[in-house]
């Protein structure tokens, strides 16, 4: 399949239309010009080899989950020092919504 890269006036207009935009002539020019080279691009990927196998991911070993398992962390004193506001061990955060009283 090869793509037509050239656009005509009344191609243009059409789209114009399709779009409901009314472009000046300069406008006209500059997209006309931008709709051509993305044709020119298109007709690129005509001459692509899609033959080769699909390449799902870049890494070939199989990656298995690690198992879920608590692991019991020390150094909690250590984050709640970093947080402004605490009642006792645990931190405290403003409300996400209210109550209506």
Known sequence: MNLETRVSAELLRHLE???KLELEEGERTGL???IEEILQYMTLLDDL???VDEMVSPVE???EPRPDEVQPFE???KITENFPEKSGPYITIPRIY???E
């Open 17 to 19: 239309s399709l779009s």
């Open 32 to 34: 006309k010009r931008d």
């Open 49 to 51: 080899d899609l033959s």
């Open 61 to 63: 070993i199989d990656l």
């Open 75 to 77: 150094h909690n004193e």
């Open 98 to 100: 209210k109550f209506d």
